[in-house]
């Protein structure tokens, strides 16, 4: 395995050795290789976006491997991670906290994993239910399990975080959270291992799985532990734990109930008794669930569907008044929810027939968002240089879209580019350029396509401008008139 130098990362005394090879998945990497080759080719991409947490099965991979693949299918191979934290709650001992792997490194068959050895002794300085006991990951499959997928799947080199957790205690767990979360970030990757449901009849595991996903679903600690405990209640025959590894999943989200910007989406769902070595008369439940960066306009909730459609409707009140009369219409601004409030830029654009009719908008605003779409109604309609006004008659052939933008950030590498998720802003010397994140999709451009275009059509700075010019991302709420046709 490389390191993150580039350089291989050579086996010290102290790494841990593997203890799941063999009994969990096969021993012999060339076997081991093929066999998830299989299991990724069965998974599906949901193109989700930034995932920044999995909650992932640790099963035998003949079992729960399908799901685990359909985890890590949600990542962008190519990402970069400053860390990988890998979470899992002991089956072999009790402890007072959590284990961190704080000696060496982890060995899978497909190489040398690097553990960041410095960042785990200050988690453990930090925290007194953090601790290392070697004892606690000799024996512990479920963070071993999830190693080889991400060696065989990500193609930058990575270094992980193990973190074993043996307490039920909600202090603790609450403490673990609290010292965690600052690192539950973009630059970061949480996997949480856990199996759902333990030896109920194929059916009884369904329900209970279910009810264990939506309570997860929910972003709410308090909610999850009432799903366990409906679980219980339902005495359902054979069942032991609705989750091993629930006291993992619960850090999490103590770490991201509140938190704005992020939603829980259900991925890929089996059990045992799915597989044809399966006995459905007693089965173990596997969810993959991934944990999304979602994109927001501010720190402030997400705009709602209705929120869209009062947009849309004062957009087209605007324009069909301005138009006909030259009247700006009054919003009574009492009536719109706090989101339509926020300060916050925006983009409108009116395509005719499927073609573009007018695009204007701005990054930011001193305005508050619904005055800024009226404005840049009316600036698409009647300011774009490109096209005549809009004429009245028109009117009724033209769609309005909207794209409510976040703050722009400046980056460093067209590597934190993606395409569909990032617009692009460039700027050199007085002149600039835009392109929204739509138009890569769109259009199917590479990245530098995307590029090139955005600093020769838009900038005016030439095909390869952008090589020297400063480069600016933001995301963006896209939605149409297109999708409230009854509206």
Sequence with gaps: MLGLSGLITPAKAQDRKPYAAGRFYDADSSKLTNDLQVLFSKAKDHHLG?????????AGYAYSGEVAANSYKQLNPDETFDNIFIIGSSHTMYLEGASVYSAGNYITPLGIVPVNTALARKLIDENEYISFVPQAHAREHSLENQLPFLQYYLKKPFRIIPII??????????????????YLTDKNLFVISSDFSHYPHYRDAQKADSTTAKGILTNNPEKFLEALQKN???????????????????????????????????????????????????????FSIALVETVRQSAEDFLTPSDKKELLKIARTTIEDYINTKHIPDIDKNTLSKDLLVKSGAFVTLNKNHNLRGCIGRFTADEPLYQVVQQMAIAAATQDYRFQVVRPSELPLIDIEISVLTPMKKISSI???????????????????????????ETGWSLKEFLGHCAQDKAG?????WKNADIYTYQAIVFSEDEFPDD
Excluded: W
């Design 50 to 58: 930034r995932v920044i947490s999995l909650i992932c099965p640790h």
């Design 232 to 286: 219980k209640r339902e005495h359902y025959p054979g069942l032991v734990t609705s989750a091993c590894g629930h006291t993992s999943i619960l850090t999490l989200l103590y770490m991201t109930q509140n938190m704005p910007g992020i939603k829980y989406f259900p991925i890929k769902y089996m059990n045992s008794g799915d597989v044809s070595i399966g006995d459905k008369s007693r089965v173990v439940g596997y």
């Design 165 to 182: 957790i043996g307490t039920d205690d909600e202090n603790a767990l609450k403490s673990i959270a609290k010292t965690l979360k600052p």
């Design 461 to 465: 700075i030439g095909r390869d401008g």
């Design 415 to 441: 590597d934190e580019i993606k395409l569909g998720r990032d617009g692009i802003y460039m700027v050199k010397g007085n002149q600039s350029g835009t392109f929204l994140p739509q138009v890569a999709t």
